[in-house]
């Protein structure tokens, strides 16, 4: 496996095949890639919703700005939740973790107050997003990271008493017409990050 190449091919899809629906295996393939992502102590502070109902996506894309189209004809959107509550999260979570582990959460991240604690479980949501978005290509399934939703509204839709959405992912395959691919527009990079 060539991982430049994949890296350089990967790219935002703007424009989805609207009739491409993903297959059962590569849903579980993809499940399995989320369920493995890493996070700080293993605290995993995440659910993850795969949804592929058109009804559903439908509502959802009545409240997705710019993407609006792109969850409309996507075969899958998820929605990546975190823990609602920090007192839920520590006693289901961190309660479980081995005692360093909970010593490392009390003193470096509890200490610095629930707006800490809540930026810190979000950063642990998208290392998961970041796996994902490495690892689909390698699937060959295009992809659109969205940040770009109401979240206020996806949280009224879904309606999970344990968890709230705070960013997404459309899946699916690419519209040959789509001007995104890095084929039609090249991919822009810095090349001055490394200090
Ligand atoms: C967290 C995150 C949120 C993003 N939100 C959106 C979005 O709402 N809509 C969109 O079209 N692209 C979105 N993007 C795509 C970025 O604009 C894109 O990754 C960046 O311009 C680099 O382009 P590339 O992914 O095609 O290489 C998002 C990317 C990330 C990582």
């Known amino acids: 496996m060539d991982v430049l190449k994949i890296l350089r091919e990967r790219y935002t899809t703007k424009l989805y095949d609207s009739g491409y629906r993903l297959q059962v295996e590569e849903i579980n393939q993809i499940k399995e890639i989320l369920r493995l992502a890493p996070s700080s102590i293993n605290s995993q502070p ?42 839920v999260f520590e006693r289901e979570r961190i309660g479980r973790l081995a005692e360093g582990a909970q010593g490392f959460y009390r003193g470096y991240v509890a200490s610095r107050g629930e707006v800490a604690v809540r930026a810190w479980m979000e950063r642990q949501v998208y290392i998961a997003l970041g796996v994902l978005l490495a690892a689909l290509p390698v699937l060959g399934v295009d992809s659109t990271p969205m940040e770009g939703i109401d979240l206020e509204a996806y949280d009224g839709i879904l309606g999970h008493e344990k968890y709230r959405p705070i960013v997404a992912v459309a899946l699916g395959r690419r519209d040959p017409k789509d001007e995104n691919q890095p084929s039609i527009t090249p991919k822009s990079r810095r090349t001055d990050v490394f200090l």
């Open 46 to 87: 995440w659910a993850f919703e795969i949804i592929e109902d058109d009804v559903i996506k439908e509502r959802l894309s009545e409240h997705s700005m710019n993407n609006s189209e792109r969850v409309r004809a996507a075969s899958h959107v998820i929605v990546f939740h975190v823990y609602r509550s920090v007192e």
